[in-house]
């Protein structure tokens, strides 16, 4: 995919100033190493009168597809063709915004130390992208641009010359010019509207990307007439992330309007949110007890053995004394969740190699499983059949063997402290069975000394001087004598 920026110049002010303020020297062809191929940028002109930059970026679309192994949704035969024969490499899209932001971000926040009085003017520019995805045609690319300063040029490329009856493709050659704005409006205008004309992002779409599109649209989004379709669609219509941008744009709106700060505008929410103390969500006590049950333990090496969708890997990888995470599963579709919170397709090398995702059932021995400092069962045994319990039992205990093992489950006489859970009923529709704090002792002082363990019991949460507390922790050490006969 291909994108190039030019710009005019005089003695005074010369074109080649572009290679100031894009950070790039014209005289070099320079190759840079993205998320998702290599991006080359390279000056096919470069005089005191004109100079063109030109960012081509290489997607290797089967490497794509390898990265993402195991991270996609499954779907039918012709769609897992179509993530290897598909426009990638072609075609501007997200991606190619990724590029932008990646080769030329200082550019991107108009920095420039070498040249700051033309980093703040406006430049004669003129934009090409020969091959642009826009859904909804021609039309729909002038009303994104023509308001932001832009005189637009775009022409429908034909499915097949050829063949001119079988009409016009999804695809426009684009070009276009101002003299109105600077290199840094540009290039934002740029990164968010190329994947919205797309209407796809090529990665997973999360929190912060409301965050990249505010900082992007700083300055025109706010008052741009389709505000909404932008904001939809650069967000891959999500519905809860595009209320969010949409709130935080409107508050924009109304501090431009008032000449004020947002900040001000919003601040009879803020101060509500301060004098109200929200207490800490009992899954966030329970990550914290673990971590901290973990860390006594002196643990490097922890499996977190029904990870779900990831929460406490997370929370384990901010910790540097745990040097290895392994999350196991059943759940495929938890797994696919769990690597998207964590983000591994976007994860440095050495944060990399800490983590590890596999599929498993706990239900079985897994020689995977063997070697491990801890091992975690964070409310995983409530969700077995009690007649399968035992199975769970000999594989984490008997095969596996970690020297630590944290067993956590609600407890299920703090039931009657929760308000909006009507009497008789367990916590989650999932729940096999609850147990009360004695039968939790009993059934994990009986494993303890099936396998060679001592057990201590840890509260989690308020603990109530009647009922107990919420969730109730064993906390499982091997015996120092068996540890010795087993090595």
């Given at each position: 995919m ?5 710009t ?6 010369p074109?080649?100033?572009?290679g100031?303020?894009l ?16 991006a080359?940028?390279?000056y ?5 009168e004109?100079?063109t ?5 290489e ?30 490499p072609?075609?501007?899209s ?13 550019a ?6 070498a040249?700051?009085?033309?980093a703040?003017?406006p ?6 992208v020969p ?9 729909l ?10 005189t ?11 063949f001119?009856?079988w ?13 109105t ?11 968010v ?10 990665y997973?779409v999360?929190d912060d990307e ?37 709130e ?8 431009e ?5 947002v900040?001000?505008?919003d601040?009879?929410?803020?101060a ?8 800490t ?6 990550r ?9 333990s ?12 990831g929460?406490?890997v997370q ?19 938890a797994l ?7 983000k591994l397709?976007?994860?440095g090398?050495?944060q990399?190699s800490r983590?590890k ?17 801890a091992a975690v069962?964070?409310?995983v045994?409530e969700h077995?059949?009690l ?5 769970l039992e000999?594989a984490v205990?008997g095969?596996?063997r970690?020297r ?13 402290r929760?308000?909006?859970l009507?009497?008789?009923h ?6 096999r069975?609850?147990?009360t704090?004695?039968e939790f002792?009993?059934?994990?002082g009986?494993?303890a ?8 019991f ?11 507390p919420?969730?109730?922790m064993?906390?499982f050490?091997?015996?120092?004598e068996?540890e010795a006969?087993?090595?």
């Open positions: 291909f994108l190039s920026i030019t005019t110049g005089t003695p005074e002010r074109a080649t100033d572009l100031y303020l950070h790039k020297h014209p005289g070099k062809a320079q190759a840079f190493s993205t998320s998702y191929g290599k080359h940028v390279l096919p002109e470069a005089s005191p004109r100079c930059a030109a960012l081509m970026l997607v290797d679309a089967v490497a794509l597809v390898r990265k993402g192994k195991g991270k996609g949704r499954g779907g039918a035969p012709d769609a897992a063709l179509a993530q290897y024969v598909n426009d990638r072609y075609a501007a997200s991606l190619l915004a990724v590029a932008l932001s990646a080769v030329f971000s200082s991107m926040r108009g920095v420039c130390n040249r700051p009085e033309r703040a003017q430049l004669p520019l003129r934009i090409e091959a642009l995805p826009a859904r909804g045609g021609p039309g690319v002038r009303q994104l641009f023509e308001p932001l300063g832009w637009v040029v775009v022409e429908p490329v034909a499915l097949d010359t050829q001119p009856e009409g016009d493709s999804r695809y426009v050659r684009l070009e276009l010019e101002s003299n704005l600077t290199l840094a409006e540009a290039l934002r205008h740029l990164y509207l190329l994947p919205v004309l797309d209407d796809a992002k090529h997973w999360s409301v965050d990249k599109l505010l900082r992007a649209g700083a300055g025109w989004l706010p008052e741009h007439p389709e505000q909404k379709l932008i904001t939809s669609r650069y967000l891959s219509r999500r519905w809860s992330l595009t209320r969010q941008a949409m935080r744009l409107e508050l924009v709106r109304l501090a309007t008032d000449d004020s700060e900040e001000e505008i601040n009879a929410v803020e509500e949110t301060e004098e109200e103390a929200r207490p969500p009992l899954a966030v006590q329970r914290d007890a673990i971590i901290a049950a973990l860390q006594a002196g643990a490097a090496r922890v499996l977190d053995l029904g990870c779900g969708q929460q406490l929370a384990l990888l901010k910790d540097v004394r745990f040097t290895e995470i392994v999350g196991v599963d059943v759940s495929m579709r696919t969740i769990a690597s998207r919170r964590l397709d976007r994860m090398e050495r990399a983590v995702l596999v599929q498993g059932s706990l239900a079985y021995t897994d020689k995977r499983l063997k070697g491990y400092d069962l964070s409310e045994i077995l059949d007649p399968r319990l035992p199975a000999y205990f095969a596996a970690p630590t093992v944290l067993v956590t489950t609600p407890n299920v006489e703090y039931n009657v929760w308000e909006s009507p009497a008789g367990v916590r989650h529709g999932d729940h069975f609850e147990w704090r004695e002792r009993a059934w994990a009986a494993v000394e099936r396998h060679g363990y001592d057990v201590e840890v509260p989690v949460g308020p603990d109530d001087p009647e009922v107990g919420p969730t109730q064993a906390v050490t091997v015996r120092k068996k006969k087993a090595a």
